[in-house]
């Protein structure tokens, strides 16, 4: 995102519930100019992107966490909380707050926008998902809907485009914040309560909607004041703590008594500006989950899709990696007939070219598996996921909920881990953190390709499914038991509780955008170009370094390999890892993949082409210079399909992330928890692993 010569204007935010489409309406909003990044001391995603206005404005357009409303104590949702109350001094003031709101669930939705606009801040309210609602039997009069809000309402189906170019020019309109006083009202000893702390409060400095929207909130939630105890003034501590003793004496409970006015003014307004047909039946979504959310039928689908989506990955994704490969393989000729033969022609062929290629042969699949992920997520289907997972998951003592940053972790298990704060109980959500990992992430998909690309036959079975889709589909089930599995085990050792509730909304069923989900392609594949050109490059070249030297006179390159630094180190290790079927070689891989896990591609590749250097070989594939390498010292192959087999279990289960293990530390605010789950993760892999060779080698 380049603005270094364009002038932004104005400053605005997308907020909105989870499911209401504002992710897809942001995308048609800034297009490919997005950035992501951390806010300012906390974990929480930062999404921004650059709308461009038909005259050649240009505006800032910052993407809100998604949250039901203002009041919830989540961190993501604090985050929308403290930015809109202005309590986060490194971002700055907005001109306007662009409001996603689901038109199919208009009262749920309506909540959080009632809370923007008691806060006396510019927004409009795109109605989104509006032919939905029509389909479901509502009609809506925006006209009305409008004028009883006070505010602009603009109707758009975002994952068509419709209504943007109207949300894009409304917004490049001043927009003022509604002028119609406020309209829900609460019971009169508790409204006579909330005026008298709101006065308080602006005595103290507080704007007239800030102080009404923290009176609220601290006489609602006690939590709340035990939160801000420290960063309150003592006099409205003590008036608080007062008018929670006088409203208990009174048997009111605050918090329902404010919710219930909040919605019977909504239900007045959605009584007025929407009409329902009661005669349409079951919506289409209704009857579609009869069958997606069956108990039997609905996990049969699940794995269902999931097969086949990973049997699309390893088949589709073979022509563009073979056009990849090849690429990288005429660079390299093209580089060895530019340069002189020596050290540097060898550095960045054999070392840095090689390792880089063995990575980013893959990019293909990894752009495959985030496309399925952004098209099960858009449809819906991803809710449906974790709603059908729930009967498994209150097995082991957790929920759907927990299903979700499980889900996550299929892509990465940073993000996995950072979704486990809608989790609300501690032990819960530290069990979820602590499996997480063991879903296999789009990290560990280099691996298990190359593996299974080199080493498990093309057979197909029925004539449909191939057995290398269906060892890949084995992988990731592994992990999802195997998670499932150390989740009972914890809740009914280390992190013993009840197993919660689990209540979700299930949003209706839409057909994707296609925009989007190429978006999030986009984002994510640059991502891992980055780090194949920073991290796997360095990495490359410092193995590259170790593996050639110190130099041996008269030795062949397979000799100098086992006498390099790299070699020392292997054959160092190679005792500890021999039980598993490991070789020295492999041993190098595990160690330096201890940063990244796809590391341990681009060692090999390193390794393979320093030691075949001399055979002018670089247009074979890693996976055949692997197949046919040899041990020196047995006669036997070094790679089987056993050995193959053990390295994918032995990387779905062992913990080789230190981003991971970074981002628990965070969590977690310690260092107890990330050692304690590198310890069991790695022990359990080892256990494992041996255990799959041990009786593979008896049943051989």
């Known amino acids: ?82 930015i809109l109350l202005g309590r986060k001094t490194d971002i700055d003031p907005f001109d306007l707050i662009i409001c996603v709101v689901d038109a199919s669930n208009l009262e749920r939705n309506l909540y959080l926008v009632s809370q923007i606009i008691d806060l006396k801040l510019p927004v409009i309210m795109a109605l989104n998902m509006i032919d939905v609602a029509e389909k479901s039997g509502m009609t809506i009069n925006v006209n009305k809907l409008s004028e009883e809000l006070g505010i602009l309402i603009i109707p758009t189906v975002g994952n068509k485009h419709r209504g943007i170019e109207a949300l894009k020019a409304a917004a490049n309109r001043r927009a003022n914040y509604s002028k119609k006083a406020r309209q829900w009202k609460l019971p009169i000893v508790l409204e006579e309560e909330c005026i008298e702390l709101k006065n308080l409060l602006q005595i103290h400095s507080w704007t007239e909607a800030v102080a009404f929207h923290d009176a609220v909130t601290l006489l609602s939630s006690p939590y709340y004041l035990e939160e801000q105890k420290d960063l309150l003034p003592e006099e409205i501590v003590e008036h608080v703590l007062q008018d929670h003793n006088r409203l208990n004496i009174l048997g009111m409970d605050c918090q329902s008594e404010i919710v219930e006015a909040r919605y019977e003014w909504i239900k007045s307004i959605c009584g007025s500006a929407v009409i329902f ?26 794995l269902s899709i999931m097969t086949i989506i990973f049997q699309a990955i390893f088949t589709w994704a073979l022509i563009p990696m073979d056009l990849i490969s090849k690429g990288f393989d005429s660079l390299g000729i093209l580089i060895t007939r530019i340069l002189p033969k020596g050290e540097l022609q060898d550095l960045i062929v054999n070392g840095a070219l090689s390792g880089v290629s063995a990575v980013v042969t893959f990019l293909p699949q990894i752009l495959f598996l985030f496309f399925f992920i952004g098209l099960l997520e858009d449809t819906g289907y991803m809710a449906r996921a974790a709603f059908i997972m729930d009967r498994l998951m209150s097995k082991v003592g957790l929920h759907g909920k927990s299903f979700i940053p499980m889900l996550s972790s299929f892509a990465c298990a940073i993000p996995g881990i950072m979704a ?35 080493f498990i036959p093309k057979k197909s079975i029925l004539g449909i499914i191939s057995l290398p889709g269906i060892t890949l589909v084995s992988m990731y089930l592994l992990g999802l038991f195997t998670a499932l599995g150390m989740a009972w085990i914890f809740k009914k050792t280390l992190l013993k509780s009840d197993t919660p509730v689990f209540i979700m909304e299930l949003p209706p069923y839409k057909l994707p955008s296609l925009k989007s989900i190429v978006l999030q392609m986009w984002e994510k594949g640059s991502l891992f170009l980055k780090r194949a050109g920073t991290i796997i490059l360095g990495v490359s070249i410092i193995l590259w370094f170790l593996s050639t030297y110190p130099k041996k006179e008269n030795f ?56 075949d250097s001399d055979k002018g070989e670089s247009t074979i594939s890693l996976g055949q210079h692997m197949k046919e390498d040899i041990d020196p010292v047995s006669g036997h192959p070094v790679f089987t399909v056993l050995t193959a087999i053990c390295l994918m279990v032995y990387y779905v289960l062992a913990m080789q992330c230190m981003s991971t293990i970074a981002i628990m530390k965070r969590e977690t605010n310690g260092w107890k928890w990330p050692l304690f789950q590198f310890c069991y993760m790695t022990a359990l892999a080892y256990c494992v692993t041996l255990i799959v060779y041990h009786v593979g080698l008896f049943l051989i």
């Open 556 to 611: 062949s390159p397979s000799v100098q390999l086992e006498q390099s630094f790299v070699g020392r180190i292997g054959h160092f290790v190679e005792p500890l890892i021999r039980p598993l079927g490991f070789d020295w070689k492999i041993g190098i891989g595990l160690i330096s993949s201890m940063l990244q896990r796809e590391v341990f591609v681009s060692t090999m590749g390193t390794i393979y082409n320093v030691k």
């Open 277 to 302: 047909n009661r005669n349409t039946g079951k919506s289409l979504s209704d009857r579609v989950d009869n069958i997606m959310t069956h108990k039997f039928w609905g996990f049969l689908i699940f």
């Open 1 to 82: 995102m380049n603005t270094s010569e364009e002038i932004i204007s104005r400053n605005i935010a997308i907020i909105g519930n989870p499911n209401s489409g504002k992710s897809t309406i942001f995308n048609s909003l800034t297009g490919l100019r997005q950035k992501v990044a951390n806010y300012p001391g906390v974990t929480v995603e930062k999404k921004e992107g650059i709308v461009k206005f038909k005259d050649g404005s240009l505006a800032i357009l910052i993407d809100l966490p998604g949250t039901y409303s203002l009041t919830a104590n989540a961190p993501d949702e604090k985050i929308v909380k403290d």
């Open 420 to 454: 486990t704060r809608t989790i609300e109980n501690r032990k819960d959500r530290l069990v979820t953190m602590l499996v997480s990992p063991l879903m296999s992430c789009s990290a560990r998909l280099p691996i298990y390709v190359l593996m299974i690309a080199a």
